[in-house]
């Protein structure tokens, strides 16, 4: 099993890149711990990954949580800190798991639980691509256009 750290996970800072990699160096994980930075095609990524991790404690810069969306799609549970997009996005317990932000105990504990339960994660997988439709374009623009109607008081 390999841990691997996609994307901007160095705020920008290449001191904390390698501050990270001397840590992954000292404690001898240079061969199942991986950085490889930005990548231009995530989905080669979410086909090899047994389940995605989003333990940011602050909305920024993901916001909405794209990363979480496109590991759904392609059937990969997630496991997410809960807050923010996050909570519209996850289903506790049905395609991934939330835990309490800035919880590093939950978080460790989600992980283990969903990396030793096989079954678990391969319901939460058939979960997240069962019910993949409700990211599509059509309907976030349904939905959108059902919030614009609420606001202004119209109805159907």
């Keep these: 099993m390999q841990l691997l750290l996609a994307g901007d996970v160095y705020s920008g800072d290449e001191r904390h890149l390698e501050e990270l990699r001397n840590d992954i160096a000292r404690a001898g994980l240079g061969e199942r711990v991986r950085l490889p930075g930005f990548c231009a095609e995530p989905q080669l990524v979410l086909a090899a990954a047994d389940v995605l991790v989003a333990p940011s404690t602050t909305a920024w810069p993901e916001g909405y949580g794209l990363a979480v969306v496109d590991a759904l799609c392609a059937g990969v549970p997630v496991i997410a800190s809960a807050h923010g997009g996050h909570l519209e996005i996850v289903r506790d317990g049905v395609d991934g798991l939330l835990v309490p932000p800035d919880d590093v105990d939950a978080l460790a504990g989600a992980i283990r639980r969903m990396l030793d339960d096989a079954d678990l994660r391969h319901a939460m997988a058939r979960a997240a691509l069962r019910d993949r439709t409700r990211f ?15 606001v202004i008081g119209r109805s159907d």
Excluded: N, P, S, V
């Design 136 to 150: 599509a374009m059509e309907r976030g623009h349904q939905e959108l256009w059902r919030i614009y109607d609420e």
